[in-house]
């Protein structure tokens, strides 16, 4: 979604600022815009790419402090007036916004009456005006900034750049902005892992600063005004490459990652000796661990059906109730929150507006929320304070793939070390523990020989509905698999738990009709196969991914075999064909895989 680069030091802003702007490209967008002080503010815009934008700009644009952006439409179309930055009426402000402004038509309609003529229809575009506004007061970029905020109501990462003054400000709430501090020059990024190719020396903005920034400088102050220390933390670094390496694509890199991510995400943390895990960010005695009277997790998305699989782990393994709920639903519904339960917020990318916003529901309700996140140090990793990293690497696809893997393993690893102080043996842990290490391995095995993938795409590619069934552990796997083929196939994807097909669904089957049935060897194999018989009864034509070896393996019309896995971890093998199938059907179609249409990386906004 929207994201902000910014720069002030000794060297030529440009390059930078399109530097900083690519590596934002992942979280999604629809249109670029950079402005660069010269003397005056030159401001190019483009709906489009980054490198649509790059390719409009002059060649030797000096000055050497700038402010972009990438847009994702929220307020007003998808056009170059839309697009940041924005302007004030002499051109003497110049800003970029990410978040929403809730009061701009009351700002905007005040503005007009004054005379100002407002050239986009985003809510954005006001606070330009309205600190050119209050600059005429006092000539003070940082008090005019802070006034205008404080007419403002929603959120903002805010950058504002001024004709006649040296310096950025920037402003921060509910919305990431990060400065990185360099020798002699600052960065300013909404997306903290991208400094790190610039400096490892950052300082986080919280909700309610306001920061004034000189190529040397820092100084940071609340909303209302009184000053405040500026805390400099080391940038961790995150294992693995952003770039492609040898793969055509991040989503086909990620899906090959996966074996080496689970490695890291398990490494140090599983206790082969007690069969126990042994999470220690959590910071759960076992004796407190005993005593939780239920589990509820959130999320969104591919984090959502990672939460749900967590939650059934943790049911079977841990013996307490938990129960997962859907983010963006979460607070609007005014939850009753028990202090001494557990709640987890999963997500990847830790800057989700709506898993946000449930985490402060549940923090306001008087319960602690632990963190099951991917970026060190992001807004929902502070905000919880506590919790589990997954350590995925940099995702960049944006449809999710390691990241999944990852979560549901961190969930299984908390499922273990609760289990183990409640209920579950010392030899059925250490089943689990040796299940997990095998995981890895027989990924790698998997992708060595990935069965027909292409003939399951023949099958989905032009089908008008795509239908993904499973039961029990594998009824979240297959909604997992419709998510990822509809997000990047544009192909409307239909997910249920395979018992509920009769109760409904079926009565869009026709002949062709493509079905993915995901039929580990568990417990509920064999009613699965039963819907496989009322569907082929029906004209479907049947995906199965089952069990090398397996009795079923030729129940489908074609047939993927997975290496056999120990039933509850069977999430880990599953998921992947799917994940192939998607990438390879959106091959077939066309598509932009890494950044489909619509999409971003990062749902900054509720
Ligand atoms: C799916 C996908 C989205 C995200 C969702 C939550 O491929 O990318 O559905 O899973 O927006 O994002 P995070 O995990 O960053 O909170």
């Given at each position: 979604m929207c994201g902000i680069f910014g720069y002030i030091g000794s060297k030529r802003a440009t390059p930078i600022l399109v530097d900083g702007l690519r590596r934002l490209e992942y979280r999604g967008y629809d249109s670029t815009g950079i402005a660069v002080k010269n003397g005056e503010i030159s401001i190019f815009k483009k709906v489009g790419k980054v490198s649509e934008m790059q390719s409009i700009l002059p060649s030797n644009i000096q000055g050497t402090s700038g402010i972009g952006h990438t847009r994702w439409a929220t307020h007003g179309g998808v056009t170059e007036e839309n697009a940041h930055p924005h302007a004030s009426s002499s051109g003497d402000v110049v800003i970029v916004h990410n978040g929403i402004i809730n009061n701009s038509r009351i700002l905007r309609a005040s503005l007009v009456a004054q005379g100002v003529e407002l050239k986009s229809e985003t809510d954005s575009e006001a606070l330009a005006h309205i600190i050119e506004i209050e600059l005429a007061v006092d000539n003070n970029p940082e008090a005019a900034v802070r006034r205008t905020l404080?007419?403002?109501?929603?959120?903002?990462g805010l950058c504002v750049l001024f004709k006649n003054h040296d310096v950025i400000v920037v402003a921060a709430n509910g919305s990431t902005l990060e400065i990185g501090k360099g020798d002699g020059e600052m960065f300013i990024s909404s997306d903290g892992p991208t400094l790190s190719e610039f400096t490892d020396r950052v300082v986080h903005l919280h909700d309610d600063d306001i920061a004034v920034l000189t190529a040397t400088s820092i100084t940071r102050s609340s909303l209302k005004g009184d000053r405040k220390s500026v805390e400099v933390s080391v940038l961790e670094k995150s294992w693995g490459e952003a770039d492609l390496g040898e793969y055509e694509h991040?989503?086909?890199?990620?899906?090959?990652?996966?074996?080496?991510?689970?490695?890291?995400?398990?490494?140090?943390?599983?206790?082969?000796?007690?069969?126990?895990?042994?999470?220690?960010?959590?910071?759960?005695?076992?004796?407190?661990?005993?005593?939780v009277p239920h589990v509820r997790l959130i999320g969104c998305g591919t984090a959502l059906h990672a939460a749900e699989i967590g939650q059934l782990l943790i049911e079977k393994l841990?013996?307490?109730?938990?129960?997962?709920?859907?983010?963006?639903?979460?607070?609007?519904?005014?939850?009753?929150?028990?202090?001494?339960?557990?709640?987890?917020?999963?997500?990847?990318?830790g800057e989700t507006a709506d898993t946000l916003s449930a985490i402060k529901e549940i923090q306001l309700k008087g319960a602690q929320v632990y963190g099951v996140v991917n970026v060190v140090g992001s807004t929902i990793a502070r905000q919880c304070g506590q919790g589990v990293y997954i350590h995925s690497g940099p995702e960049q696809a944006v449809a999710s793939t390691k990241a999944f893997s990852n979560m549901v393993v961190a969930l299984t690893m908390f499922a273990l070390q609760v289990g183990r102080s409640r209920s579950i043996s010392k030899e059925k842990g250490k089943e689990i523990i040796h299940g997990l290490q095998q995981i890895p391995h027989l990924i790698e095995e998997y992708l060595e020989d990935v069965g027909p993938i292409m003939e399951a795409v023949e099958l989905v590619k032009d089908a008008k509905s795509v239908f993904f069934l499973g039961r029990g552990i594998s009824a979240p796997v297959a909604k997992e698999g419709a998510l990822k083929l509809m997000e990047v196939a544009y192909i409307p994807c239909l997910a249920y738990p395979a018992g509920e097909m009769?109760?409904?669904?079926?009565?869009?089957?026709?002949?062709?009709?493509?079905?993915?049935?995901?039929?580990?060897?568990?417990?509920?194999?064999?009613?699965?196969?039963?819907?496989?018989?009322?569907?082929?009864?029906?004209?479907?034509?049947?995906?199965?991914?089952?069990?090398?070896?397996?009795?079923?393996?030729?129940?489908?019309?074609?047939?993927?075999?997975?290496?056999?896995?120990?039933?509850?971890?069977?999430?880990?093998?599953?998921?992947?064909?799917?994940?192939?199938?998607?990438?390879?059907?959106?091959?077939?179609l066309g598509n932009d895989v890494d950044r489909p249409r619509n999409l971003a990386k990062s749902v900054t906004v509720e």
């Open positions: 404080q007419k403002a109501s929603g959120t903002w991040y989503m086909l890199k990620e899906i090959h990652e996966q074996p080496d991510a689970l490695r890291h995400c398990i490494s140090g943390r599983l206790d082969r000796v007690r069969g126990n895990g042994r999470l220690g960010g959590l910071r759960l005695s076992p004796s407190a661990l005993a005593k841990a013996r307490i109730p938990a129960v997962t709920h859907i983010a963006s639903e979460f607070r609007h519904n005014d939850p009753v929150i028990n202090p001494n339960a557990l709640h987890f917020a999963v997500s990847q990318s009769k109760h409904g669904p079926i009565a869009l089957l026709e002949e062709g009709s493509p079905i993915i049935f995901v039929v580990p060897n568990d417990h509920v194999k064999e009613k699965t196969v039963s819907a496989i018989h009322e569907s082929k009864a029906r004209g479907a034509k049947i995906i199965l991914i089952h069990e090398e070896g397996d009795e079923i393996s030729e129940e489908g019309d074609v047939n993927i075999a997975i290496p056999k896995v120990h039933p509850l971890l069977s999430p880990l093998l599953t998921v992947v064909p799917m994940q192939l199938i998607a990438y390879h059907t959106a091959l077939a």
